[in-house]
């Protein structure tokens, strides 16, 4: 590889890139929700349609969630729930929400049918939820402390 030869590399880099590894890695999954305004959104079309097809965003899918989880909200469906193509065969994919035994208060179902057929499972670790605000922010405090560190030096 061109990289190793013209910089210093540790011996753990070169075998991690040699064996083609992951050089770093996350326990949490980061899921990003475009929330700009409704007409910038964008879609993307599916090859295989002659129709001019898109594919189904989040909106759609949360727009297409059972009635038994009306009460959650953009953000918590995102980040509890993912998208998975077929079930396992432990899971009979019942939208209906169950109720916990021990204390009696209706829990959120760990694998969900959307309306139009769709199968989502709930996550195991919530997801981290990044937005265009986030971004923002993330842009904002960098400039903001390359200015203190420009003040600092002069």
Not at 107 to 133: D, S, V, Y
Request: proline letters at 4%.
């Amino acid at each position: 590889m061109a990289i190793l030869n013209h910089r210093r590399v540790p011996a753990c880099e070169c075998v991690y890139r040699l064996c083609y590894l992951k050089l770093r890695n996350s326990s949490r999954k980061v899921v990003f929700v475009n929330t700009c305004r409704p007409h910038e959104l964008y879609r993307i079309l599916r090859y295989d349609s002659d129709h001019g097809q898109t594919y189904q965003n989040i909106f759609d899918k949360y727009h297409q969630r059972p009635s038994s989880l009306e009460h959650l909200s953009l953000a918590e469906f995102t980040v509890n729930y993912e998208h998975v193509t077929r079930p396992t065969d432990n899971e009979d994919g019942d939208a209906e929400a169950y109720v916990n035994k021990k204390e009696g208060v209706e829990a959120t179902p760990t694998i969900i049918r959307l309306l139009n057929g769709c199968i989502m499972k709930k996550r195991t670790k919530p997801a981290i939820l990044r937005t265009w605000e986030t971004e923002r922010v993330i842009f904002i405090i960098i400039l903001w402390l390359m200015s203190q560190l420009e003040t600092k030096t002069v």
